[in-house]
């Protein structure tokens, strides 16, 4: 097997914004990077590249990955389906988030702790506050007639997803069952919970 050829600058340009924005490149973007390709094909690149980067529309499109498996709605679904009116405000962190190129771990801390973090001013409590919504969105029973089972459930789907995004692997199971080689025994779980 050979490697394919180099693809054609007016490919490559394409490529790059789609890979990166998830659009093509404006017609700006594109003689810009046609012209300095010609003298220059990884300065071309790399100019592209950070100017991609700078758009709003790279947190767009990276950020719906994360608010994928963050199982953002805008509505609790089951049974009852009521809207949840201020979900947009955690879609935005997010994407703010990813355009300001924030560190992951932060990211992840200020989305399951970030009532608890300390924070320098309003607006920053108040973007902590708006990250949570990584807890509170989500499916909800809201049929449940029982309270305590209702919040045992709520807890269990918040673990989960927690688990399954930034731990990749899932301990719902560790609810009812102690498996001799699952990753994550009742006891963990239950701390988590609690």
Not at 34 to 46: E, F, N
Not at 66 to 92: L, Q
Not at 113 to 119: I, V
Not at 130 to 137: E, K, N, S, W, Y
Request: net charge negative.
């Amino acid at each position: 097997m050979e490697p394919t050829a180099d693809c054609r600058p007016e490919t490559l340009v394409r490529r790059i914004a789609v890979d990166v924005v998830g659009l093509p490149p404006t017609p700006q973007q594109r003689r810009t990077f046609l012209t300095r390709s010609k003298q220059d094909i990884a300065g071309a690149i790399a100019d592209l590249v950070e100017e991609l980067l700078a758009s709003p529309h790279f947190g767009e499109k990276w950020g719906r990955h994360w608010i994928d498996v963050a199982r953002y709605a805008e509505s609790t679904g089951k049974e009852r389906d009521v809207p949840f009116p201020h979900a947009w405000r955690y879609r935005d962190y997010v994407i703010r988030s990813f355009n300001e190129d924030k560190p992951n771990d932060r990211f992840v801390m200020e989305q399951v702790a970030g009532d608890l973090m300390p924070a320098a001013d309003d607006r920053e409590w108040n973007e902590h506050l708006i990250a949570t919504g990584f807890l509170a969105v989500g499916p909800k029973s809201l049929a449940e007639q029982s309270p305590r089972q209702f919040q045992a459930d709520l807890v269990d789907e918040q673990l989960d997803t927690l688990s399954r995004t930034v731990q990749g692997l899932s301990v719902g199971c560790a609810r009812c069952h102690d498996l001799k080689f699952d990753p994550i025994p009742p006891a963990d779980y239950y701390a988590l919970a609690g």
